[in-house]
């Protein structure tokens, strides 16, 4: 927790994180004007923001039902942040489409309840203290989400979010089953009832529950989480809710969603870790990240789709990252949790000008893309500074974060290091071709200058070339406690 004095506050910031988005539900659900509704939802997400940014200064006691501790506030922070950016693109990128008819209003005053109620889930599946309440608010999570991919109500939208939904809903069956797995583990041992679901006293008698009950429910855990997570071969639904859905949304999946659903993940390895008899759970972690990498790396030469291809570009990072919290230990940890940020940050950037792009070009196609950087330059050059960061070029934020992970990983298993440097180089060469080929020559599609906030876009570069060059004292200590904390 960074010291900073703490004054009073007329609320409590845990409960604001959570009801301030769900009253925007119900606002934003019966606002009939666009402009006012989408200015209300910037106005939100900002004060969800602040109300996230007052717990690095002071926490509330921890409850029964929400708790607050180093782990979560770090997502919970990064989350609300690009919830917020991504809010202020949205209002443009929404504005667009009513103009040209591809929403309504009605979808659009749908669009912004969902937004919030998407905000809201994820907030409380990141503090829930209770197993159980983790599970449902994934589960909302992944509805908000499903119901917005298929809001353009084209063949392609609907069979991408219903794709979305059979196989999240296949892996949070399985999510739920590991769940009752670690009930029953505790049962015998705290007793029945809620107290055997809540998460501070699982933790605290993780030593004494049975370890092969935990065995066999962090496999159904690592699964079913994996699928949220965009785990190959658990992938299949990311590509296609990138593609078809509204680009604000393929922000929040990359930037936001995909992490809720990774600190389940690791909750459930802190649990397995603090029991002596339980299977390690990095082995099984770090052979999903390795399989995660090098599949996205090589599909990434045969994307026709620009946001399909940067679809698989969230698959091959969020491999990197799991394959870093699989390896574990403080400097691995801590590899993984810079790594986690700088995607957020950098993707989301990505994905701002890639729904820019594809609004004046009229086209998501690769091959009728050409010559941004002479054509729209504010938007070419943001995604050629996106693209070369999410790359790992030095000496932006994500080049530190990989070469943490490939460092520790060379330090500690020197062989697994191979395959890990390969699927990098791999992905390196896919991404540095298309960029070539995308923001340079002769320009072609559409010439109209597009009416958009650059602010979301290059904020978010501003911060990852700001972390390639120096992180902040205070930054790195809370890392390296969060790192510590993971194990």
């Known amino acids: 927790m960074i010291a900073v004095p703490p004054f009073p506050l007329p609320f409590d910031p845990t409960m604001a994180v959570l009801l301030i988005p769900l009253f925007g539900v119900a ?209 299949a639904w990311l590509p296609d809710a990138h593609a078809e859905g509204p680009t604000p949304i393929s922000a929040v999946l990359s930037g936001l969603l995909l992490n809720v659903a990774l600190y389940a993940v690791l909750r459930f390895k802190m649990l397995l870790s603090a029991n002596p008899g339980a299977i390690a759970p990095g082995p099984l972690m770090v052979v999903l990240g390795l399989v995660s990498l090098i599949f996205a790396a090589f599909m990434l030469y045969r994307r026709r789709d620009i946001k399909r291809m940067f679809a698989y570009s969230s698959i091959e990072h969020m491999g990197i990252i799991t394959f870093a919290f699989g390896m574990g230990g403080p400097l691995a940890n801590f590899a993984g949790l810079l790594h986690m940020t700088m995607h957020s940050l950098t993707k989301s950037a990505i994905f701002f000008a890639v729904g820019h792009i594809a609004q004046v070009k009229g086209t998501q196609r690769l091959a009728e893309i050409r010559g941004l950087t002479e054509s729209h330059p504010v938007l070419g050059w943001g995604l050629v500074i996106g693209v070369v960061a999410i790359a790992g070029l030095p000496p932006l934020g994500i080049f530190m974060s990989e070469f943490l992970v490939v460092s520790s990983t060379f330090a500690r298993e020197p062989l697994l290091a191979v395959p890990l440097v390969f699927g990098l180089l791999v992905a390196f060469g896919a991404l540095m071709l298309r960029l070539t080929e995308v923001a340079f020559g002769e320009p072609t599609g559409g010439m109209a200058p597009v009416e958009a906030s650059y602010v979301p876009l290059y904020s978010h570069l501003a911060l990852v070339v700001g972390a390639g060059i120096y992180l902040p004292g205070p930054l790195v200590v809370w890392f390296q406690n969060v790192a510590r904390l993971l194990g």
């Open 27 to 235: 606002l934003l659900a019966v606002l009939p004007f666009y402009r006012l509704g989408a200015r209300l939802n910037v106005l939100l997400t900002f004060a969800t923001l602040l109300s996230a940014l007052y717990l690095l200064v002071e926490r509330p006691p921890m409850g029964r039902y929400l708790f607050v501790d180093d782990l979560n506030v770090v997502f919970i922070v990064l989350g609300t942040f690009v919830g917020f950016t991504t809010s202020v693109f949205s209002a443009s990128y929404i504005g667009h489409e009513l103009e040209i008819g591809r929403l309504t209003p009605a979808n659009q005053r749908f669009y912004h309840a969902m937004y919030q109620a998407l905000m809201f889930s994820m907030n409380l599946a990141l503090l829930a203290n209770n197993i159980g309440l983790m599970w449902v608010a994934v589960e909302l999570a992944t509805m908000s989400t499903v119901v917005m991919v298929g809001m353009y109500r084209t063949h392609a939208a609907l069979e991408a979010a219903w794709k979305y939904f059979i196989l999240g809903s296949v892996g949070i069956a399985l999510a739920l089953f590991g769940t009752i797995l670690v009930y029953m583990a505790a049962q015998p041992v705290i007793g029945e009832g809620y107290d055997s679901m809540v998460w501070t006293t699982l933790v605290t008698k993780a030593h004494l529950l049975s370890p092969d009950l935990l065995n066999v429910a962090f496999v159904f855990l690592m699964l079913g989480y994996g699928t949220k997570v965009g785990l190959a071969p658990l992938h």
